[in-house]
Antibody
Framework: EVQLVESGGGLVQPGGSLRLSCAAS????????MHWVRQAPGKGLEWVSY????????YYADSVKGRFTISRDNVENLVYLQMNSLRAEDTAVYYC???????????WGRGTLVTVSS | QSALTQPPSVSGSPGQSVTISCTGT?????????VSWYQQPPGTAPKLMIY???NRPSGVPDRFSGSKSGNTASLTISGLQAEDEADYYC??????????FGGGTKLTVL
């Protein structure tokens, strides 16, 4: 069974940093591209970032470019999202997701809540 | 880049069909057929319903179908059931190798 479990969320002050982790199991992690998607309270889904299976390709939404960094560990089956210079508008539930086709994410974690507030 | 345009809400009675549209520009869709659709009941993670415009993952009922014409993609749900009530989102791969979601559509089963 595919499992994705996010962790690392919490309360952080504006300008602060946080690193999210997503632990994957139940599939050959190194064969899949992985994504982070977020959802602000009461709002819609927003794509955040993508990392290819071999870590060469990484892309970011304009809203986080230059502040967030995605990475992965294909030995430990982990994907990370390093978030710096956090803003109030980054407050959201952050999901990691496995991609089976461009934009087709067939498995999602339960999400981890990030709250940016003073 | 703005979100793809979806109607905020649609509704239908059990047994009826509804269609949710997802409109963008050529900068959003490109010439690709890389559009997917998600269902999200309240308080849950999204569930993939359609990928590559019209393909259904295993386990998704064939009541759900997708199509695309020009810069508008559509999700059609036929034979509406109460359990279909949820928020629905489209997403497209863009020519700049990023992804963009639609604003979401709330489906109410009357």
């Amino acid at each position: 069974e595919v499992q994705l479990v996010e962790s690392g969320g919490g309360l952080v002050q504006p300008g602060g940093s946080l690193r999210l982790s997503c632990a994957a199991s139940g599939f050959t992690f190194s064969s899949y591209s992985m994504h982070w998607v977020r959802q602000a309270p009461g709002k819609g889904l927003e794509w955040v970032s993508y990392i290819g299976s071999n870590t060469i390709y990484k892309y970011y939404a304009d809203s986080v470019k230059g502040r967030f960094t995605i990475s992965r560990d294909n030995v430990e089956n982990l994907v990370y999202l390093q978030m710096n210079s956090l803003r109030a508008e980054d407050t959201a539930v952050y999901y990691c997701a496995r991609e089976i086709y461009y934009g087709g994410f067939d498995d999602w974690g339960r999400g981890t809540l990030v709250t940016v507030s003073s | 880049q703005s979100a793809l345009t979806q109607p905020p809400s649609v509704s239908g009675s059990p047994g009826q069909s509804v269609t949710i549209s997802c409109t963008g520009t050529s900068s959003d869709f490109g010439s690709y057929n890389r559009v997917s659709w998600y269902q999200q009941p309240p308080g849950t993670a999204p569930k993939l319903m359609i990928y590559e415009v019209s393909n259904r993952p295993s386990g998704v009922p064939d009541r759900f179908s997708g199509s695309k014409s020009g810069n508008t993609a559509s999700l059609t749900i036929s034979g509406l059931q109460a359990e279909d009530e949820a928020d629905y989102y489209c997403i497209s791969y863009t020519p700049s190798s990023t992804f963009i979601f639609g604003g979401g559509t709330k489906l109410t089963v009357l």
